[in-house]
C-alpha cells in the first residue's frame, strides 16, 4: 500500500483569505509565497514507454560554470521517484501561449507523448527554452526534494512573452 498523495493542482478560485500579519500558518505561507511572480516550467522524464511530467514553479538557475539549475518537486510528485543522481531528464519553460499545457500538467492524469519531442530529452514542444539535465544532487527541502541538475544540452525556442505564476494564476507580461 502506497502512502503517496495524489497530486492537486495548486490554483484555488477566489484565492485563500489573508491571515493576519506575523501569522505562521500553512495557510499564511501559502498566501504570502502567492505573490511572488514565477516562470512555469514543465518537468518531464522519458520513462519507456511513457514520459512522466509535471508542471514545476520552483525553478532556478543556479551557475554558468558549471551549468546548473534546481527544480523543487513535491515530494508526492509523480516524477520525483525518477529524478534520483545520474537520471536524464528535461525542464521546458513554457510560453504565455502554453498555459493549457500548465495545467495539464498540473494534473496527475496520465498524458499523451505528443507535447513532447519524440526522441531523445522529452522537451515540450514550441517551449520558449529546453535545458536536456543529468540529476546531480537530491536534497530533502521538507514538503519537497530540492534537485540539483546539470544541463548538458539547451534548445532556444523562438522568442515570445513568457508564462508566469502569480496570486495562484498563470499570467502573462503585460
Given at each position: ?6 497530486i ?9 483569505p489573508?491571515a ?9 505561507l501559502r498566501d ?5 511572480a514565477s516562470?512555469?516550467t ?7 514507454p511513457h ?20 527544480v ?12 534520483e543522481?545520474g537520471?536524464?531528464?528535461a ?7 502554453q498555459r493549457?499545457l500548465?495545467s ?10 505528443e ?18 539535465c543529468?540529476?546531480r544532487?537530491v ?16 534548445v ?11 496570486g495562484?494564476?498563470?499570467?502573462v507580461?503585460?
Amino acid at each position: 500500500m502506497s502512502s503517496r498523495r495524489p497530486i492537486r493542482a495548486g490554483i484555488r478560485a477566489g484565492g485563500a483569505p489573508h491571515a493576519a500579519s506575523g501569522e505562521l500558518t500553512a495557510d499564511a505561507l501559502r498566501d504570502a509565497f502567492s505573490r511572488w511572480a514565477s516562470g512555469v516550467t514543465v518537468v518531464a522524464v522519458r520513462d519507456e514507454p511513457h514520459v512522466v511530467a509535471i508542471t514545476a514553479t520552483a525553478f532556478v538557475p543556479v551557475s554558468i560554470e558549471p551549468p546548473l539549475v534546481l527544480v523543487c518537486i513535491g515530494t508526492n510528485a509523480i516524477v520525483l521517484p525518477l529524478l534520483e543522481p545520474g537520471a536524464a531528464f528535461a525542464i521546458s519553460i513554457l510560453s504565455a501561449d502554453q498555459r493549457r499545457l500548465a495545467s495539464m500538467f498540473a494534473d496527475p492524469a496520465p498524458l499523451g507523448r505528443e507535447h513532447f519531442a519524440a526522441e531523445g530529452e522529452p522537451l515540450v514542444r514550441g517551449a520558449l527554452v529546453g535545458l536536456a539535465c543529468t540529476v546531480r544532487d537530491v536534497h530533502p527541502g521538507g514538503d519537497h526534494a530540492i534537485v540539483v541538475a546539470q544541463i548538458s544540452r539547451l534548445v532556444m525556442g523562438d522568442e515570445a512573452p513568457p508564462l508566469l505564476y502569480y496570486g495562484r494564476e498563470y499570467r502573462v507580461l503585460a
